[in-house]
């Protein structure tokens, strides 16, 4: 079942996947700004895959329209290739939709390019280095509203 969840509920899976280094303390990051929408599978009370997604500008300059960041995009090891994060993010697409449209952006890391891309995400930018973290780039896709 794909749903909308509080931020605690994705803490678990977030912290195995994308932050092992870190306490689920640390990843109360726009836990609760209000305009922060967190959605996730939830399977036998279990998040095994979740994605937030909030209004914010990205770090490059010149853009004049609404702009939603995509972060914390995970999916539990052992389920992935079934879907889970595709079904994920087109529920995140279909709520900037519903919110008018806009440009949707995320620093991806770059194992999950291809991914991003076959949902028609474009690269931005060159690729750094994020300590603790790996190789990540910028990636962004126009939504219609």
Do not use: N
């Amino acid at each position: 079942m794909i749903r909308r969840v509080t931020a605690a509920e994705t803490f678990p899976l977030r912290q195995r996947v994308l932050r092992p280094h870190e306490t689920t303390d640390a990843l109360a990051t726009h836990a609760g700004e209000v305009e922060t929408v967190h959605i996730a599978v939830v399977e036998d009370g279990t998040v095994i895959g979740c994605a937030m997604i909030m209004p914010e500008q990205p770090p490059w300059a010149g853009v004049d329209e609404a702009s939603w960041r995509l972060r914390g995009m995970a999916t539990a090891e052992d389920r992935r290739g079934e879907g889970i994060g595709a079904a994920v993010l087109g529920a995140v697409l279909e709520h900037v939709e519903a919110k008018g449209g806009g440009l949707v952006w995320c620093s991806a890391r770059t194992p999950a390019c291809s991914f991003y891309e076959r949902a028609g995400f474009l690269r931005r930018g060159e690729v750094w280095d994020e300590p603790q973290l790996g190789p990540h780039i910028l990636m962004e896709l126009q939504v219609s509203g």
